[in-house]
């Protein structure tokens, strides 16, 4: 059982345009959602997270968008760069331990 | 860089073959962790070491063998895997288990493939 859906797979941007992307979860014990960037040849890096007490965080181009009563929360890229290609991740994690669920990633393609 | 170093970066290893993996953190972290990474998958955690006890095994096969002797390093040892098993394998670390807004450091992977 997948605990986390993303959405997009792919996404395909024009330079200086908004990428948006999708995450949702069932698991209501979630309370920390990170996004994850990663690079060709390297590993995952945090980006940007969130907890559930807040609806929206904002780190430059980069914003979070968090909906608790919909279980839902996406990524904002505002004017999408050629240099934010790459793959995202969304991930949750619940109160207690650290396991963290990982979304299938969304490879994002921003062109010139 | 992240701080967390793998080697080897890429492994072709044949079903019968054993290997090892190998990773090496200098943040000073108490927790590490192997995730595999396989194409439009979500990242699996396979083990979690906190302070190098292995506190999390995700019904990994037993062709899997972790191993931690410090804080730094941590080991993934491989015998007749399948080619199922072909992914970049990630290792990870973070200060601590059990803290949920801990940032996990990633190390670039190991990309393996069986013949």
């Known amino acids: 059982q997948q605990q986390v859906k993303q959405s997009p797979q792919s996404l395909i941007v024009q330079k200086g345009g908004i990428s948006i992307i999708n995450c949702a979860y069932e698991?209501?014990?979630?309370?920390?959602f990170p996004w994850y960037q990663q690079f060709p040849g390297k590993g995952p890096a945090l980006l940007i997270a969130?907890?559930?007490?807040?609806s929206e965080k904002k780190e430059g181009r980069f914003t979070i968008s968090f909906n608790k009563s919909a279980k839902q929360f996406s990524l904002h890229i505002m004017d999408s760069q050629p240099g934010d290609s790459a793959t995202y991740f969304c991930?949750?994690?619940?109160?207690?331990?650290?396991?963290?669920?990982f979304g299938t990633g969304t490879s994002l393609t921003v062109i010139p | 860089e992240t701080g967390v170093t793998q080697t080897p970066r890429h492994l072709v290893m044949g079903m019968t073959n054993k290997k090892s993996l190998k990773c090496e953190q200098h943040?000073?972290?108490?927790?590490m962790y192997w995730y595999k990474q396989s194409a439009k998958k979500p990242l699996e955690l396979m083990f979690v070491?906190?302070?190098?006890?292995?506190?999390e095994n995700n019904s990994v096969p037993s062709r899997f063998s972790p191993e931690c002797p410090n804080s730094s390093h941590l080991f993934l040892h491989l015998h007749t895997l399948q080619p199922e098993d072909s992914a970049l394998y990630l290792c990870?670390?973070?200060?601590?288990?059990?803290?949920?807004?801990?940032?996990?450091?990633f190390g670039s992977g190991t990309q393996l493939s069986v013949l």
């Open positions: 990870a670390s973070s200060p601590r288990q059990g803290a949920t807004n801990e940032k996990l450091f």
């Open positions: 698991n209501t014990a979630f309370d920390y």
């Open positions: 969130i907890r559930p007490d807040v």
């Open positions: 991930a949750a994690a619940p109160n207690t331990g650290n396991q963290f669920y």
């Open positions: 943040l000073g972290h108490n927790a």
């Open positions: 070491y906190n302070f190098k006890e292995q506190t």
